[in-house]
């Protein structure tokens, strides 16, 4: 799981001190050995030495006092061996492993393990933490308490921001840490006053506030978000939080997770008792679960729903969400043994509409399936695909659809190419409920008849080919390896007539090099298209052979069909050329900073682009990222993507992101902001806009405080430019990075 923690300060402030002095029978001026109850050996080395173990013993001049990990030193140190006190009137300096302190004046009891230490300094070893305090009681094993203190990760001479704490309790058998009348400054101005804070020493999971939240947007009003963290057990956790929705009302949300051997999830729910603005109750449900039951048996759960279609147009602190139309609500078992699967699986979709801009839903279904292969004899390989699936509908037809696909193929590999021969046989049988036709289903297949009863069955037979080879060239004055990988693909699918069977779930596929050595240029099953056809494809890349990297690349291939096509999906535009699109894509990597590629769909019967794509990157070091993008796609979208994080003065850092519709003349998603690395704290300011409908977008303004070790203040816009700057980088790890 991940750790959840209280960020408030990481204070791992004084390593489990055990006390330091005790003295055997004087041996040397300069040295002595020693035990007492309770503690380790001590050694002792020092100018001057005297003393016995039943008066007081005193070292001077030098004095460095050893015990197992801890050393103290001090110019003078007394030590009552029947008391078990210490004693160093004068300045000191003790450390171990964990931590570096220094003071004026030392009282502890080495038998009790209690003290104090008066005007110290400190500075964490294993984090970054250091500060102050008047005073530090030593209250029993591991146990101290601070006075006056002050804490910061900032490096020393740097106080940019800092704890003021009136009393610090730290337990290191808890790894835990109270603080008590705290008032966190910021650049010599307080900024927030904490009158009672908890907090973890270590990464360990700990139960408690976690850092608050706010921000505003014209939909909302002020946002605040006021979280509480539960740390059930090691595999158990919870957060609860109160959202505060100046505009709207309160929002409970609530965060489960779970984790064991066997199986995992997480539930989150949301939930707005009365939204002012909406005038109705909002929630949102989302349930995740995996689970593994042996002998190959899995199990998935995915549930998710919301109140209404602008849900999450309205409420969703994440903006990717404005854009999904359709929710799943699905469980799957899964038998797997040896290369074989069976499967079963029920799924369904809440969709959610947009007023200017409604969509059919989808069809939702059950099904159980069975597939895998089988290496034969000689060389063979046997698949098998089979499934039998019931779709549903409210406002649409239902029925059932079976499948089974078995191919044989026969790959033969060397280590110049490869070529496979393979044939199956598809066969589909449908059973439609006659009385649940409606007209929709009838007008959107074109208004043909619809079989209550129909079968398809098809032969495919295909051979896939290619060639590998390579030889040494030289560019530039620099030695690289070409390679040429030229590749054929034979298919034959006999004609079938297809119009009297509904569209359950296909769909015309993306046309792409992936897609133009496949047997089916749809997605799904409802529709197989009629092939007599060859793809030929070329790629070559320029490799550097000392690193192993592309240097340039380049590819291009087309389709062509020696018997038009006849299958098409209803209101598909019939396409009865001889030859597919040509594509071709090329890259270049000039080194580990710039890399530019590009795209192209050419229709070559009617000599016009069809998708144009063209991608540059500039990224020299970290922090520093510029990219540019294009993309067109003919009657649907033409677009200009330019997003950047950038040094623009000391330690300031320019954000932003434009992207453009040409065709539409509007900005689909825009942002700007700025962004400054203090070392020890990080400020970001962020201005987001996002088109989430036809006639709507969302706007969201972020402003945050940073500060390393210790939490934030504000709303993290950090997944937002993440999603929207290709190669952002965060810039509170910029020094871990630089070389």
């Known amino acids: 799981m991940h750790n959840k923690r209280l960020a408030p300060l990481t204070l791992a402030l004084l390593y489990a001190f055990t006390p330091i002095v005790q003295a055997d029978e004087p041996q040397t001026p300069a040295t002595a050995s020693a035990s007492a109850n309770s503690a380790l050996p001590v050694n002792i080395v020092a100018d001057k030495v005297k003393g016995s173990q039943k008066d007081t013993i005193s070292a001077e001049g030098n004095v460095m006092l050893k015990q197992d990990d801890n050393i103290l030193t001090a110019p003078r140190i007394d030590y009552t061996p029947s008391s078990g006190l210490v004693s160093a009137p004068q300045a000191i300096c003790l450390q171990n492993s964990n931590i570096l302190v220094n003071g004026k004046k030392l009282l502890f009891n080495i038998t009790s393990q209690t003290g104090s230490l008066y005007d110290a300094t400190y500075a964490l070893k294993q984090v970054k933490g250091r500060g102050n305090a008047k005073e530090i009681d030593f209250l029993g094993p591991n146990l101290y308490r601070l006075h006056q203190a002050q804490y910061t990760t900032c490096q020393e001479g740097n106080n940019d921001w800092y704890l003021n704490v009136h009393t610090l309790d730290l337990d290191r058998t808890t790894e835990t840490g109270i603080a008590h009348g705290s008032t966190l400054i910021f650049k010599g101005y307080p900024i927030a006053w904490l009158p009672w804070i908890d907090f973890p020493l270590s990464n360990q999971r700990k139960s ?91 199990g998935n759960l995915d549930y998710q729903r919301v109140s209404d279609s602008s849900y999450f147009s309205d409420l969703s602190t994440y903006l990717a969400n404005t854009a999904l139309l359709t929710l799943p609500q699905q469980a799957s078992l899964n038998y797997r043994f040896g290369n074989w699967n069976l499967q079963a699986q029920t799924q369904q979709f ?31 390989e046997f698949k098998l695909d089979t499934d039998i699936t019931h779709f549903f509908n409210p406002n649409r037809l239902d029925g059932d659809r079976f499948i089974i696909y078995p191919s044989l193929s026969y790959p033969v590999q060397r280590s110049y190419g490869y070529i496979t021969p393979k044939i199956g046989y598809h066969f589909t049988r449908y059973h439609l409920n006659s009385t649940s036709i409606t007209p929709l289903d009838l007008e959107l297949n074109n208004n043909l008849p619809i079989s209550t009863d129909s079968t398809r069955a098809l032969p495919i037979m295909s051979v896939d080919s290619g060639l590998y080879l390579d030889r040494p060239t030289t560019l530039f004055n620099h030695s690289y390896t070409q390679t040429l990988e030229p590749r054929l693909y034979y298919l034959y699918i006999p004609y079938r007539d297809q119009n009297n069977i509904p569209v359950f779930d296909s769909a015309l596929a993306d046309f792409s ?36 990297n592309t240097r340039l690349y380049g590819s291009i291939g087309q389709r062509f069909n020696f018997t038009p096509q006849k299958v098409f999906l209803p209101n598909e535009p019939p396409d009865l050329s001889g030859t ?129 070790g210790l939490g934030q203040l504000g709303t993290n816009p950090l997944d937002v430019l993440k999603r929207n700057i290709s190669g952002y980088e965060d810039t509170s790890q910029l020094d871990s990075n630089l070389p």
């Open 580 to 708: 597919s699109d040509l594509l071709g894509a090329a890259g270049f990597t000039l080194n580990e900073h710039w890399s530019i590629d590009g795209a192209v769909d050419y229709n070559t019967s009617q000599n016009t682009n069809q998708n144009n794509s063209l991608m540059v990157s500039y990224q020299p070091r970290y922090g520093e990222v510029i990219n540019f993008r294009y993309r067109y796609s003919r009657d649907f979208l033409e677009q200009i993507d330019l997003s950047s994080q950038w040094p623009i003065h000391g330690n300031w850092y320019l954000l932003a992101r434009w992207d453009y519709s040409l065709r539409d003349r509007r900005i689909l998603e825009g942002l700007a902001g700025l962004e400054y690395n203090g070392g020890c704290w990080q400020f970001r300011s962020v201005i987001h806009h996002l088109v989430t409908g036809v006639a709507t977008a969302s706007n969201a303004f972020f402003l945050q405080l940073e500060f390393d």
């Open 513 to 548: 090099f992936t897609q133009m050595f496949s047997e089916n240029r749809f997605l799904g099953n409802d529709r197989i298209n009629n092939a007599n056809q060859l793809t030929a494809a070329v790629t070559s890349k320029l490799n550097d052979p000392e690193s192993g």
């Open 208 to 298: 408690g506030v976690l850092t608050p939240s706010f921000g505003s947007s014209a939909n909302n009003g002020f946002d605040i978000r006021v979280p509480y963290y539960f740390n059930i057990a090691p595999n158990l956790d919870d957060t609860f939080a109160a959202r505060i929705l100046t505009k709207r009302g309160i929002q409970l949300q609530n965060e489960f997770r779970y984790l064991e051997p066997d199986f995992s999830g997480k539930l989150n729910v949301e939930y707005l008792p009365h939204d002012r603005l909406a005038s109705r109750e909002r929630y949102a449900i989302f349930f995740q679960h995996q689970q593994n039951f042996g002998h190959g048996l899995t």
């Open 350 to 380: 809440q969709t959610l509409q947009d007023p200017s801009a409604p969509i059919i839903p989808p069809y939702g279904h059950h099904q159980i399936a069975f597939s895998g292969s089988q290496d034969l004899k000689g060389g063979a």
